[in-house]
């Protein structure tokens, strides 16, 4: 089954860190740049990180800089968001998507809050 699932969402204090996971089935992971987004109700998906095949590039939303980092594992599959120094404006749902694909997950709710 081709499929993206991810998970790690939670509720979490600001300034505190969470590491989305998001594991590919049905396709050949490797082949494809990756990207994380985000949506809060009533806006636009907002793109946040991606990477590309092997790793080697990535880029990032400017409101992301310095706090959030994207990796992946192609062994696993997996693509990460290492979420450092949260603020209550990182609220929103979290997808990851594989580029040109035209594959989401089906997002994982994440909330900083005190």
């Known amino acids: 089954q081709v499929q993206l699932v991810e998970s790690g969402g939670g509720l979490v204090q600001p300034g505190g860190s969470l590491r989305l996971s998001c594991v590919a089935s049905g396709f050949i992971f490797s082949s494809y740049d990756m990207r994380w987004y985000r949506q809060v109700p009533g806006k636009e998906r907002e793109m946040v990180a991606g990477?590309?095949?092997?790793?080697?590039?990535?880029n990032y939303a400017d409101s992301v800089k310095g706090r959030f980092t994207i990796s992946r594992d192609n062994a696993k599959n997996t693509v990460y968001l290492q979420m450092n120094s949260l603020k209550p404006e990182d609220t929103a749902v979290y997808f990851c998507?594989?580029?040109?694909?035209?594959?989401w997950g089906q997002g994982t709710q994440v909330t900083v809050s005190s």
């Open positions: 998507a594989a580029v040109g694909r035209g594959l």
């Open positions: 990477i590309t095949r092997y790793g080697g590039g990535t």
